[in-house]
């Protein structure tokens, strides 16, 4: 059965190289949203719903698509956050799989201490 790589975690935490690991190019976070034609992050919080929207609709596709396991990388501090991703992965054929990365690594995006603090206080487990 084909799977479908939910990974949840804080910033830094591993999230993305775990699921380059299990996927490949079939994985997509909502950090890539905020990635420029010319690689840059370019973060902006007035658009994180946005971005958690696109990372949906592409995790969708890639589930459509794919022959393949695919992976989805988002901090996914609360356990609703996932579900549609859930549902999508039932609904296409593939095997939910949750993922919860408790590394702490340097957070590449730069996260404030005091942000990763607030989403370690509602990380549900």
């Known amino acids: 059965m084909k799977n479908l790589y939910i990974i949840r975690g804080l910033p830094g935490s591993g999230k993305s190289k775990i699921a380059k690991k299990l ?3 079939r994985y997509r ?4 949203f905020f990635i420029d034609k ?3 992050y370019n973060f902006d919080s007035s658009k994180i719903q946005q971005a ?9 596709v890639l589930l459509i698509r794919s022959d393949n396991d695919v992976a989805v990388s988002n901090t996914f501090s609360c356990k609703w956050e996932y ?3 859930v549902e999508l992965a039932q ?10 990365c408790q590394n702490d690594f340097d957070n590449t995006h730069d996260v404030p201490v005091e942000v990763i603090n607030k ?6 487990r």
Request: one cysteine or more.
């Open 23 to 25: 996927a490949g190019r």
């Open 29 to 32: 976070e909502a950090d890539m």
């Open 38 to 40: 010319f690689g840059n």
């Open 52 to 60: 958690h929207a696109w990372c949906l609709a592409n995790i969708e």
């Open 83 to 85: 579900e549609k991703y």
């Open 91 to 100: 609904k296409y054929g593939f095997q939910p799989i949750i993922i919860e």
């Open 119 to 124: 989403m370690r206080l509602r990380f549900e």
